[in-house]
């Protein structure tokens, strides 16, 4: 799937965000390995805590169905009732949550604007040192 093709999956998820605390609407689209795509957006909470963002959703969402091999994700955001104008790079905690399942040197994180400009990265890139969990032991 084309970069441009992404962004615009993002932008038709971040239309679900609910965002009534920032008023700041995220979406993000994660490519699967076997061409899959899964939504997300971020979802507010009074409590701020319980809140998620649009790409653990994502990969939540691809997860609890079984999915665990991901290409790519794009990532949209920006104040509601406004197509996005800047990139929005993904959180600390996301960037985690990627590292846990997906390969730092080959996962494209692709940021996107609402006219589908968009900039591409790896994770590595963005995530240097990103914690593998290396010498822990899994019980999967």
């Known amino acids: 799937m084309e970069n441009k093709e992404l962004v615009a999956k993002a932008l038709e998820a971040r239309s679900a965000a609910y965002t009534p605390y920032s008023g700041f609407r995220v979406g993000a689209a994660l490519l699967c390995a076997d061409g899959t795509v899964y939504g997300g957006c971020n979802i507010e909470n009074a409590a701020f805590g319980p809140s998620c963002c649009a790409e653990r959703t994502a990969f939540f969402k691809a997860v609890s169905e079984g999915k665990r091999g991901f290409s790519a994700i794009a990532i949209v955001g920006g104040p509601a009732g406004k197509e996005p104008e800047d ?21 494209r994180i692709v940021l996107g604007k609402g006219d589908l400009s968009f900039r591409e990265y790896t ?9 593998a969990g290396d010498g822990v032991e899994r019980k999967e």
Do not use: I, N
Request: charged content about 25%; hydrophobic content about 40%.
């Open 87 to 107: 990139f929005c790079p993904p959180c600390g905690v996301c960037r985690q949550v990627m590292m846990e399942f997906c390969d730092p040197e080959r996962f």
């Open 123 to 131: 994770l590595k890139e963005l995530l240097p040192l990103g914690f």
